[in-house]
């Protein structure tokens, strides 16, 4: 199965080429939040630091990220979503084992377009 065939690892249902990939390919702009969120954790699955890098508010982004060697992101849940916040839990695998990232994210719109500010990180 190709990249573009298999599901999207947002845990939309959907097909990648579908869902986050048409945010990842810039053929579209996430219209919430939320459709933000799912996208950038895709991103970080299928390893396109670049999407993350682009949708990170230029006040708050870092110089660079870097995708994290050996860690395999498996699933994410939306906790809650308002206008400008969400909720979720992402689950991951590494050598060492399985762990979870649980964040409560805040965007932004600018020029037109939803970008990640900041989050809280908490441990689950």
């Known amino acids: 199965m190709s990249t573009?065939?298999?599901p999207c690892p947002c845990g939309s249902g959907t097909s990648y080429d579908a869902c986050c990939g048409r945010l990842h390919?810039?053929?579209v702009q996430a219209a919430t939040p939320e459709e933000l969120m799912r996208s950038r954790y895709a991103a970080y699955a299928v390893g396109d630091v670049d999407h993350v890098f682009r949708t990170w508010h230029p006040r708050t982004r870092?110089?660079?990220?870097?995708?994290v060697p050996d860690l395999v992101w498996e699933l994410l849940e939306i906790l809650d979503?308002?206008?400008?916040?969400v909720e979720f839990r992402a689950h991951f695998r590494t050598p060492a084992g399985p762990g979870?990232?649980?964040e409560r994210s805040?965007?932004?719109?600018?020029?037109?377009?939803?970008?990640?500010?900041?989050?809280?990180?908490?441990?689950?």
């Open 81 to 85: 979503a308002t206008d400008d916040e």
């Open 4 to 6: 573009f065939d298999r």
């Open 62 to 67: 870092p110089a660079e990220v870097e995708p």
């Open 100 to 102: 979870a990232m649980h």
């Open 106 to 124: 805040r965007f932004e719109r600018r020029a037109g377009r939803w970008f990640y500010v900041d989050g809280d990180v908490t441990t689950p």
């Open 25 to 27: 390919r810039q053929e």
